[in-house]
């Protein structure tokens, strides 16, 4: 058999193999916005992959957006790991929302190092669908641990980094910068592996 048919069946027989011209399904949940679906590979939120949100400005509902897979997951009896958010979450809103608080955890760490490794390790030990950490780590190494942290647990990781960190590299499976629009939210895709960077601005409360 020729190598070149040897190499075709490989890619056929086996889901992890991929070619380079080609982009193998993610594995992704549906983030509750069609729209943003339409862009992401996979129609949703990447799963067991780095996802940076970069807000430029704080309280814009940057975790408004989160808000319908972040249901979806605790319907699931999945928790929901805050790590170091800048200000305490507050239950009544949570509650609002539609996230039951027995499913909230709030992790609140003595520094970034601190906190980046409770992110770790909740995300390997498998016991949370979602951690959401804020963290303003720029080196490439901490990037990819959490990277492959998120890998091992089959966890949706979500990071909010901050607007000066937009243009810096990043390993992250998915780069999101999120801007306000008149009542709504502009949402760039800055990376995307195998989509092109292109924008939309959705209706927080039509969320599905």
């Not at 075709?8 to 069609?34: C, E, I, K, M, Q």
């Not at 990447?46 to 972040?70: D, N, R, T, V």
């Not at 950490?133 to 990071?159: H, N, P, T």
Request: net charge positive.
């Amino acid at each position: 058999m020729h190598r070149a048919e040897v190499i075709a069946n490989l890619l056929r027989s086996s889901a992890d193999l991929w070619s380079g011209h080609a982009v193998p399904a993610a594995r992704a949940r549906d983030t509750g916005f069609s729209q943003l679906n339409a862009l992401l590979p996979g129609h949703g939120w990447p799963l067991s992959a780095l996802i940076e949100l970069i807000p430029l400005l704080a309280g814009i509902g940057e975790l408004s957006l989160l808000m319908p897979a972040l249901r979806r997951l605790c319907n699931e009896a999945r928790d929901i790991v805050f790590v170091c958010p800048p200000h305490i979450p507050y239950p009544p809103a949570l509650a609002q929302a539609g996230l039951p608080l027995n499913r909230i955890i709030w992790i609140d760490a003595k520094n970034d190092a601190d906190a980046r490794w409770c992110a770790e390790q909740t995300l390997r030990e498998g016991i949370a669908g979602a951690v959401l950490l804020w963290s303003d780590v720029a080196k490439d190494i901490a990037l990819r641990r959490l990277q492959l942290a998120a890998r091992e647990g089959e966890s949706l990781l979500f990071m909010y980094r901050s607007p000066a960190l937009l243009k810096a590299a990043s390993p992250a499976t998915l780069r999101l910068a999120l801007r306000p629009q008149r009542g709504a939210l502009s949402v760039e895709v800055i990376k995307a592996r195998g989509a092109n960077p292109a924008s939309v601005t959705l209706q927080l409360h039509q969320a599905a």
